[in-house]
């Protein structure tokens, strides 16, 4: 995973100072790391019952759908407010500095579909925590919840209790 780590960007002070921001473009456009990031965050759920992959706004929009065609599972967004045409069920969440809503299309997931959560990065766990609380809303059942990257030193996994969470490079500080 080393390899995988050493294609990451780590920017300091963005997008405050203070914040170690880890930019994961740089590893999207290498060939052997994107194509192998891909096939280990997908030899994870191989075998699994998984009919929808749901991906957060807007980084998850790059891995979900990939895992998704793997999995031979459709995808689905969970958006921004007022980004998504037809009718949607939306969850609000705290922020360390305020709150954020995530919004999903009603009829995105039918009651019992097995669902993955997939995003980029696993901070704090407010936003998937949110996501997997809109899928339960419209009766999904959440199998997991991937992401390239984990930042343990931000607890984020605790958000999740009970689910299989599996982030592929995982950084302590």
């Known amino acids: 995973m080393d390899n ?6 780590e920017v300091p002070d963005y997008p405050k100072p203070g914040i170690l921001f880890y930019d ?52 689905v967004p969970v958006r921004k407010p007022k980004k998504l045409p037809w009718k949607t069920a939306s969850e609000t969440y705290q922020l360390e500095y305020g709150t954020d809503t995530l919004e999903i299309h009603q009829d995105a997931i039918t009651p019992g579909q097995h669902v993955l959560v997939c995003d980029d990065l696993l901070a704090t766990g407010g936003t998937a925590a949110a996501t997997t609380a809109l899928v339960r809303k419209l009766g999904g059942e959440v199998v997991g919840a991937a992401f390239a990257v984990e930042l343990n030193f931000l607890h984020g996994r605790s958000r999740l209790p009970g689910m299989d969470v599996f982030s592929l490079l995982k950084y302590d500080k």
């Open 4 to 9: 995988l780590k050493s294609l990451i960007r």
């Open 24 to 75: 994961v473009t740089t590893l999207l456009k290498d060939r052997e790391g994107f194509h192998t990031l891909v096939d280990k965050l997908c030899a994870h759920y191989e075998g699994k019952k998984v009919d929808i992959v749901v991906g957060i706004e807007a980084r998850g929009f790059i891995f979900a759908p990939a895992l998704a065609y793997r999995l031979r599972a459709g995808f």
